[in-house]
């Protein structure tokens, strides 16, 4: 099994590190670190996933933030990481 996938990024709240239009590839295989970026369910929409830096872990909540002064950050736990970007 192939644990790499293709994720399109499509908004700017990571600029300027991910590029919106652009596809990136994600390991299913690699436990997330805090400086990782990760593609992860939305919290507030299951339907969607957002592409955010894990900026820190604390206990089973994982906090992910955009580059960008306006982007929201998330909290969400670790299954709802479903994988890390290989940049």
Do not use: C, H
């Not at 300027?16 to 990760?38: C, F, H, N, T, W």
């Not at 894990?54 to 670790?78: C, E, H, M, P």
């Amino acid at each position: 099994m192939d644990d790499r996938f293709e994720v399109l990024v499509t908004g700017e709240s990571m600029w300027p590190v991910l590029i919106p239009g652009k596809r990136y590839i994600a390991r299913r295989d690699q436990e997330p670190a805090v400086g990782d970026i990760v593609v992860a369910i939305n919290p507030n929409d299951a339907a969607n996933t957002i592409v955010k830096r894990l900026t820190v872990i604390n206990g089973d909540k994982y906090q992910l933030v955009g580059t960008v002064s306006w982007s929201s950050t998330f909290a969400v736990t670790r299954q709802q990481i479903l994988g890390v970007l290989t940049l």
